[in-house]
């Protein structure tokens, strides 16, 4: 890489092909979840899930709707298009897979979560991709991880 190609975060996602937001993504992922048993969800149930208010997640399921990722009708039910049930799935198996990756480096679960959501949105296919096929390598080379693990005792017992 040579000095021209380097850019601001900001310039860097504008780059990004993604036609949906991270709040969009954010939003579509927990639908799904929340559906994926009873084939639909609530905006209470969603709002209350993503700690936000019932006002503000019905303007999003709304977004969402006119993308064509969904259905939904004031005060009646979510229920995701075929599209939507795709790229839901898609989403969560990212975000699983991110956190996978995290947990095999050794991060809290005390910051688990908030370090996936940060990263999950700004990752590209070919990255998550990699992030899989490592993941396997770790499961199938045990010693590895152990020799890892055993790295970080030494290195934290230095500080």
Known sequence: MD???????????????????????????MIYRLSFNSGFTRINELSDALNVHPPSATRMVQRLGKQNL????????????????VLGEVLLKRHNIIENFLQILGIPETILLIETEKIEHTISEETTKCIIDFI????????????????????????
């Open 3 to 29: 000095n021209n190609d380097y850019y601001t975060f900001s310039e860097y996602m504008k780059k990004n092909e993604n036609l949906l937001t991270a709040s969009m993504e954010d939003y579509l992922e």
């Open 136 to 159: 396997a390598f770790i499961k199938n080379n045990p010693d590895v991880t152990d020799a890892y693990n055993d790295f970080r005792k030494k290195i934290n017992e230095q500080d």
């Open 70 to 85: 969904l259905k939904y009708e004031r005060y009646g039910v979510i229920i995701l298009k075929e599209e939507g049930k």
